[in-house]
């Protein structure tokens, strides 16, 4: 409760047994009195059977003051412990990220690698977040076994922004520096250095503030990359190991319209592939008549569909037909004046590509099929747009809240399915017909207190009908499963 008192420091010292009794007295002969002047015809065993109930309580809650030999008992402990500090955070992306995933491999946004984003910008404000937008966290652990970890005390966190990568060594040497000597390189509101922040007593987790903001681009310093550090200001009694995150760039905004998505979509401009700059694009858009320029008769064994390459799907097919010929590779490299390694990054992020794909997820468990909608790739996984219980249909969305609760076990374990390693129960579905009872309402005797085991992903077909999903998916294991996956 947010009225709880707290311990004041100063009695740490006190025998706990001891003092729990004197407290434990005063507040019985307080009760009583208190009582009386309340009702003067109060039952005085009534008074304290409910004291002694609410004592009880108490005790029970484990609150501050039902132990004073605990807390002291602990001090020692943590000191005694060896603690680390770590970025994490936690990724609003769905798709996973194996190649092989028949649902995932249209999604352009997979699960983040890093907790920071590649690149930042100049007085950017409200945007210091991680790739998918979620925020940038700082967790204390202890460092044997990587669990969270709280201490008794507050404890101050510095953030530092440092050039390069800080090994360690020689921490002043890497401070990254503002403009001018009065400027910080990284700001909170108003120019400070380092920004500070708190982890409360008895809690492991802070958030980093997305409006943190930097003054000065990294290309202009001597490593091109900065790095976030966080580590203890030094006035907690217990030590505390830093935390650096992986480098990133910080631009400016002009940098923006060059940003490249991590996976394009096919049917994008070839211009959004990475090494595919203004004047390659350029040579791109006009091939055909870049090759008469320079009397090269270069023989495309693939449809261009126009005087150059235009789109991703063009540049991947150019690059299929390249690659089987090291002297035609060659002459298209000078030709584009690319070199072998911005080539082959560029091909690299065109194999990345994804197609539009708006086919429907689903997922199956006994007679219970969820559909959850998908656009160009990407799950929604907040709820299911429709519920299938053998030939009946059921709309969330026409569902009141009662209703609704006889699916919500469905819905959890779908989505802890989803996020198991090859999404067990999970398929892509073509559209459920129509021509079933639409708005047959939940009787009251439906059984959805016992979840059916969710069937394992054996099959990558593209579609797959109705009556083929509710054939044979009973199998044995539902609750190891679900205990595993919490």
């Known amino acids: 409760m947010s009225d709880e008192p707290t311990l004041p420091a100063a009695l740490l010292g006190f025998q706990g047994e001891e003092l729990e009794n004197y407290v434990r007295a005063r507040i019985r002969h307080f009760a009583r009195r208190f009582a009386t002047r309340i009702n003067p015809l109060a039952d005085a065993n009534a008074v304290e059977e409910v004291l002694e109930n609410v004592l009880k309580e108490e005790i029970e809650a484990n609150v501050e003051v039902e132990s004073t030999r605990v807390k002291r008992e602990k001090r020692p402990e943590e000191a005694n412990r060896s603690y680390k500090l770590k970025f994490l955070h936690l990724c609003q992306n769905v ?3 194996l190649s092989s995933c028949q649902l995932c491999k249209n999604n352009p946004d997979v699960v983040c690698e890093k907790d920071f984003a590649k690149s930042y910008y100049i007085g950017d404000s409200g945007k210091f977040t991680a790739a998918c937008r979620a925020n940038i ?48 390189f990284m700001t909170l509101g108003k120019a400070n250095q380092p920004i500070c922040l708190t982890i409360p007593a008895n809690e492991s987790i802070l958030e980093v503030p997305a409006d943190l903001t930097f003054t000065r681009g990294s290309e202009k310093l001597d490593a091109k990359s900065v790095m976030l550090c966080a580590r203890s200001s030094g006035q907690s009694t217990i030590p505390v190991k830093e935390a650096c995150s992986d480098t990133f760039r910080v631009l400016t905004r002009r940098s923006r319209l060059s940003l490249k998505p991590d996976r ?157 390693v090859g999404h067990p129960g999970w398929r892509r579905a073509t559209h459920l017909a129509s021509s079933h009872n639409s708005s047959v309402p939940l009787s009251d005797s439906t059984n959805t207190d016992r979840i059916e085991t969710p069937l394992p992903l054996v099959s990558t077909d593209d579609t797959i009908r109705l009556e083929d999903l509710l054939q044979n998916l009973d199998v044995e294991g539902a609750s190891s499963f679900l205990d595993s996956s919490t």
């Open 264 to 420: 394009p979509s096919i049917e994008a401009s070839v211009k959004s592939l990475c090494c595919i700059g203004d004047k390659t694009f350029e040579k791109l858009q006009n091939l055909k008549e870049e090759c008469a320029k320079q009397n090269l008769d270069l023989d495309f064994a693939t449809p261009l569909g126009g005087p150059g390459v235009t789109t991703v799907r063009e540049f991947c097919e150019m690059s299929i037909a390249v690659e089987k010929d090291p002297v035609l590779k060659d002459r298209v490299l000078k030709l584009l004046g690319m070199s072998e390694e911005s080539w082959a990054e560029a091909s690299r992020h065109a194999s990345t590509a994804v197609i539009q794909d708006n086919v429907n997820r689903v997922w199956v468990s006994g007679d219970i099929v969820l559909v959850y909608e998908c656009i160009l790739g990407k799950v929604d996984l907040s709820a299911p747009k429709q519920v299938w219980r053998s030939e009946n249909l059921y709309l969330p969305e026409n569902m009141d809240p009662s209703e609704w609760s006889n699916w919500c076990d469905y819905h959890d374990c779908a989505c802890r399915c989803w996020f198991a």
């Open 95 to 97: 798709g996973c990220r």
């Open 137 to 184: 966290l700082v967790e204390l652990i202890e460092e044997d076994s990587g669990e969270a970890a709280t201490l008794q005390e507050d404890l101050t966190i510095e953030l530092w922004a440092l050039e390069g990568t800080y090994n360690g060594e020689d921490f002043d040497a890497h401070i990254a520096q503002g403009e001018k000597p009065t400027e910080s």
